[in-house]
């Protein structure tokens, strides 16, 4: 079956404009996770979403950062007068549960270069 | 000190060769552990998830350790196409959050 999509695959952006990634996770799948992995680096958890609500915000790094879910699928990262420290590999991931044995399965990423 | 801990290599082998790394995490209540590969530019994939009794799939090997809190991974008979960044990941049963270790990098050699 399909598998999570994340859209684009690249973007680049000049400093103090705003994006928006789109992440659209396998059927389904009731929890969704968006990372920020940067060169060299392990993944930062940024936010999760059970369902349509956000219980835990706390890996957003500034009030840059917001997300929204909707429908219980599609998920929208945008991020607000983005910034040259804010270029990463922001990754997507669903789970069918968020307790137990909780694998996750990732999208391909949005690679964000601001200028 | 960071939930998930790796040696970050990079473990240079030949073709053949049997490699093996460790990981190991901070919370004693962790209770799902897997690895995950990640190759260049790519997004993590699950290799395998570990159990309680150690498990196998192939040439894969993953072992568990909790009185001293640590995973293993061992790759036997490596592969030129096993050469990529693994990544340990530990979970708090209950818990949504997955902890991902920074990874360690393997580069097998013809």
């Known amino acids: 079956g399909a598998g999570v999509s994340q859209s684009p695959s690249n973007k680049v952006t000049e400093k103090g404009k705003d994006v928006e990634l789109r992440c659209d996770p396998i059927?389904?799948?009731?929890?969704l996770y968006w990372y920020r992995q940067s060169l060299g680096q392990g993944l930062e958890f940024l936010i999760y979403?059970?369902?349509?609500?956000?219980?835990?915000k706390s890996g957003l790094p500034s009030d840059r950062f917001s997300a929204e879910r909707t429908g219980g699928s599609v998920s929208t990262l945008t991020i607000q007068r983005t910034q040259q420290e804010d270029s990463a590999v922001y990754l997507c991931?669903?789970?069918?549960?968020?307790?137990?044995?909780?694998?996750?399965?990732f999208g391909p990423g949005t690679r964000l270069t601001v200028l | 000190r960071k939930e998930v801990e790796q040696d970050p290599g990079p473990f240079n082998v030949p073709e053949g060769a049997t490699v093996a790394f460790n990981c190991t995490y901070s919370?004693?209540?962790?209770?799902?552990f897997f690895w995950y590969r990640q190759d260049c530019r790519k997004e993590p994939k699950l290799l395998m998830s570990?159990?309680?009794s150690g498990n196998e799939d192939g040439r894969f090997t993953a072992q568990l350790n909790r009185a001293s809190q640590y995973i293993s991974l061992l790759i036997r008979d490596s592969k030129l196409s096993d050469s990529a960044t693994y990544l340990c990941?530990?979970?708090?049963?209950?818990?949504?959050?997955?902890?991902f270790g920074a990874g360690t990098t393997v580069t097998v050699r013809a």
């Open positions: 991931a669903s789970s069918e549960r968020t307790s137990g044995h909780n694998e996750q399965f």
């Open positions: 990941v530990v979970n708090i049963w209950g818990d949504y959050k997955l902890s």
């Open positions: 919370n004693s209540a962790s209770q799902s």
């Open positions: 059927s389904g799948h009731t929890a």
């Open positions: 979403f059970q369902g349509n609500s956000a219980p835990d």
């Open positions: 570990v159990y309680s």
